[in-house]
Nanobody
């Protein structure tokens, strides 16, 4: 059983920065997909970012240029650095991990159902 645990959420003012962490209970294989999703009240879960170990990161348009996803394989951890936060970023942020699908396009990893493991989520609230 793999467990993912997020940390780093909080209440921030617009324009601030915050870094979320996701620690895995198991070391992932080199090509594992590690991602961040978020869900705002009354909205569906939406893709934020994903990365394959040492690979190219992908971002949702809404966060491109402000958020950065990175990994630390030695710590079984990946991060989401969030800069220039706005109230529209308010949501529960969840990390996810999954095995890569053969011949899958990057778009497929922006879909929550393609992930095998999920964290419990951490609340990020941005006030104006």
């Amino acid at each position: 059983q793999v467990q993912l645990v997020e940390s780093g959420g909080g209440l921030m003012q617009a324009g601030a920065s915050l870094r979320l962490s996701c620690v895995s209970s198991r070391r992932f294989f080199r090509d594992y997909i590690m991602a961040w999703f978020r869900q705002a009240p009354g909205k569906e879960r939406e893709f934020v970012a994903f990365i394959r170990n040492s690979g190219t990161p992908y971002y949702a348009d809404a966060v491109k240029g402000r958020f950065t996803v990175s990994t630390d394989p030695a710590k079984n951890t990946w991060y989401l650095q969030m800069n220039t936060l706005s109230p529209e970023d308010t949501a529960v942020y969840s990390c996810a991990a999954g095995f890569p699908r053969q011949n899958a396009s990057p778009d497929s990893y922006m879909v929550p159902s393609n992930y095998d493991y999920w964290g419990q989520g951490t609340q990020v609230t941005v006030s104006s």
